[in-house]
């Protein structure tokens, strides 16, 4: 985003399960599986009058799922 925003205002989009801040006016969005929330921010951006400067999606491929269940991390 081109600001900092409140996490409160992100975690009330549908499908959004954990934030987590990673840079000024960046955060990361964890979701509950096959949930596509790109709408919703950008829904809650309109709202708010926030730019959204990047918006990537990533998946965790079955090695990293694994690392993480087995090291305690999931």
Not at 5 to 22: A, P
């Amino acid at each position: 985003f081109d600001r900092e925003v409140e996490e409160t205002d992100l975690k009330v989009i549908e499908g959004v399960k954990e934030i987590r801040k990673t840079g000024k006016g960046m955060y990361l969005l964890s979701v509950h599986s096959q949930t596509d929330v790109r709408t919703g921010v950008a829904l809650k951006a309109r709202e708010k009058g926030w730019l959204i400067l990047s918006m990537q999606q990533k998946e965790s491929d079955l090695e990293t799922v694994f690392r993480n269940l087995t090291s305690g991390k999931a």
